[in-house]
């Protein structure tokens, strides 16, 4: 993972526990203190078809000091990855 804010770049540590192709995604993250994160994550990933259009939903708990960052550091990486299909 890159940060925007200072290009400052680390590994994120994930295990899947669950998949449900092509719909269901259900990862835990290892605790990454360096980074404030002291304990497993689980980050719940759904894809669905929309009238054509996949919708994605994530669910992910965040202290609310984080949310902001968060959602944008999603919706950043979400944008690149939309950049990437188009291409």
Do not use: C
């Not at 192709?21 to 759904?46: A, F, K, N, Q």
């Not at 054509?52 to 959602?71: H, K, V």
Request: aromatic share 4%; charged share 30%.
């Amino acid at each position: 993972m890159v940060q925007a804010a200072d290009g400052a770049m680390f590994w994120v540590r994930n295990r899947i526990l669950e998949l449900v192709e092509p719909e269901l995604l259900v990862l835990e993250s290892d605790p990454m203190p360096e980074h404030g994160v002291p304990r497993p994550i689980v980050t719940r990933v759904e894809l669905e078809d929309d009238r054509g259009r996949t919708r994605l939903t994530l669910s992910r708990p965040y202290p609310p000091e984080r949310i902001a960052g968060a959602r944008a550091g999603w919706n950043e990486a979400l944008d690149k990855l939309e950049a990437l299909l188009r291409a």
